[in-house]
């Protein structure tokens, strides 16, 4: 299990969709703003407490 989203899947910015569920994850990465075609996002089962406001830039976004 992974506690943190590696930086570096922020730089893939085709990404639609992206499954990190059942994991230890804490936080959310201000980069995930970077990622403008992402559709899907699952991070269920996880440990997170805080959104960054940067997932609003996740307009293409329908399913989290």
Do not use: A, Y
Not at 1 to 23: A, D, Y
Not at 36 to 51: A, F, G, H, P, S
Request: contains cysteine; hydrophobic residues 35%; positive net charge.
């Amino acid at each position: 299990k992974i506690t943190n989203i590696p930086k570096e899947l922020f730089n893939v910015t085709n990404l639609k969709k992206l499954c990190l569920s059942q994991n230890q994850i804490k936080d959310i990465p201000k980069e995930i703003g970077k990622l403008t075609k992402l559709e899907n996002l699952q991070l269920w089962k996880n440990k997170i407490t805080n959104i960054p406001k940067e997932l609003f830039n996740v307009t293409n976004l329908k399913k989290l």
